[in-house]
Every structure is written in structure tokens, then in C-alpha cells.
């Protein structure tokens, strides 16, 4: 264990943490996304069945998952190679790839693309949501997730020797199930063992991410080693984001270039804009929270893809940094944001 102490492990070996550079801190390059397949409204069908024409191109941004063949990004490596090389070249180092055990992770393409490209590639150990976790993940004890979540982390995952260097994104939903909460704690305890840096993937509720906290806490979690996803849109209320930002986990706001009306998962839910989510950055930079934001797109679909007219992975570092500048974001803050507090987060104590 000494030997990750102080060190970052990629797909590709460990490396010193200052390597990383700019670090999108939660993606996807390959992975399946039917488990959430949302049928279209009637009469939107025939559209769903063949998205990827131009007239379909907004129908698609808005209803990216009633689409079968929209969910299958693990379809389109060559294109998310080129989309790396473009990261590259705008000046991105890592990326955090949290694809965990449920949404078919695929660790032999994650090494290739690695390699391929020179990005830097995280991979995330655990499970998703409850309802990918299979009969066995359900009938197994924490002790033993543990084992396996810590295996992955120290032997290699899926068969393989290649190791994740992240817990996580740990998929929770709301209520949290109880095989849910069987893996956050052992999450917890992996975490305490490993001293590695972990992901967590709230359910669609305020009050989801201060639970999960709890129940991390209470199994042993270092919840300043522990990244809260998707807040944008999870939390929308200034106040109940100072009261969970107190708890002091990182916030991650990690939907940058998703603009929907309608939010098929929670209809309740307000998807906001990227205008609205560079606002919330600058709103916990003014309130003290500089040292713990991180940001990222979580592609999960094709449609956010270049080849299909989407924003890519290069989104952040072209489009949203400069807004990020121009709304009093310095850029001493921009740095902490994308390189010094991923590189905290995941070198392991
Ligand atoms: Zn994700």
C-alpha cells in the first residue's frame, strides 16, 4: 500500500501526481447506458429509431435517452480516440473515466486509449446504481465487496491487471436501496484501508448527497477524499448548497454541455445552463470553496460526441473556462479548479 502512497494510479501505471495537468474529473470513453433507456413520448418514435440525422439533431440533444442506439458510447471508440487527441491538443492532461461494474467498464480499452493518445486515464473500481448490481452483488456481504472493490484497486479489474485508481462513481438513487448502502459501505472501508480518493453518483434529490455523507462517514469514509457528482442537478437552493458544502466533500459540477427542458430521470428538476452552472462556480468561489470544486462533462451518450454534433471533451477547457474568467473567476482559481484539486484529490494519502 505504501507504494500508491503519494502517487496517482492511471490505467497505465502510477505516476507522480503532478504529471496529471488539467484532470476532468468525471467521464466516460466507453460504456453502456441502456440500463436508463427512457422510451420515448408517443409519437417520437420513428425519430428514436434513427436519430443521427440532421433534422433529429435537437429531438436527439433534448431526448438523449430514448434513443437505444444513443446509450451505446462503448460503439465509438475510434471517435472518442480523436476526441482525446483534440483534449490534448486544448491543453487537457487527465481524465477521470468512472465507468464502475453495471455499465459494462471495459479496462483493455481504457489502456488503449491511454496509450494511444498520451491522456492520462483514471478508472473507477465499484458499482453503479441498484439497478445494475446483478443477484451475486446483491447477495454479497460488505466484507467481501470490500475485498473485491480493494482488488481492483491493488490486482486489476474485470480479469485484468489493470488497476483503477479511483473508487467509484458509486451509483446511489433515492431512496437509497439497501444493496446500495452495502457498497457505499464498503466503499468506506476500502477507502479507509486504500487512503484512495472516491466518486459518488447522488440519487436525483437535495437531500441525497448529505445522506450519502452520512453513511460514508459513519462506515469510516474520508469525506474530504470524496467527490459529490452531478449537484447541478441535484442541489439548486444557495443555502442547502452552503449547509452540504460545510460537510466538505468536493463539489462537482459535471453536466457542463447539457442543456434539456425536460429532464427525463426527474421531471421536477430544472436542468440548468451552462451559464447557470458557471454562476453556481463563481457564487462557492465568492463563499470560500475554491479548494473544493472540480468539473467535468460526463459523456455518457453519443450525441455529446464531436461526430455527432455534440460538445466534446474539450468543452470545459475552450468554451466554459473563458466564461469562467469573465464572470470573475481568476484564473489562479481556474488552475485550482482543473489541476491542483483533482491532483489532491486523487494521490493517495
Ligand atoms: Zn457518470
Redesign the pocket.
Known sequence: MSKLSGKVQTVLGLVDPDQLGRTMT?E?LTMSFECCYFPPSPGDEAVAENPFQMQHMYWLRQNQYSCHENLLLHQEVGAVREELLAYRKAGGGAIVE?TTTGIERDMPTLKQLAKDTGVHIIAGAGYYVDCTHSETTRKTSVEKLTDIIISEVLHGADGTDIRCGVIG?IGTGWPITDSEKKVLKATAHAQAQLGCPVII?PGRDPAAPAEVVRILQEAGGDIRKTVM?HLDRTIFDNGELLEFAKLGSYLEYDLFGVEMLNYSYNLSVDMPSDSQRVQALAFLVKEGYEDRIVIAH?I?TKNRLTKFGGHGYSHILKNIVPKMLRRGISQHQVDKILIDNPKEWLTFK
Do not use: K, M, Q
Open positions: 468525471h466516460h468512472n462513481e453518483h457528482s460526463d455518457h
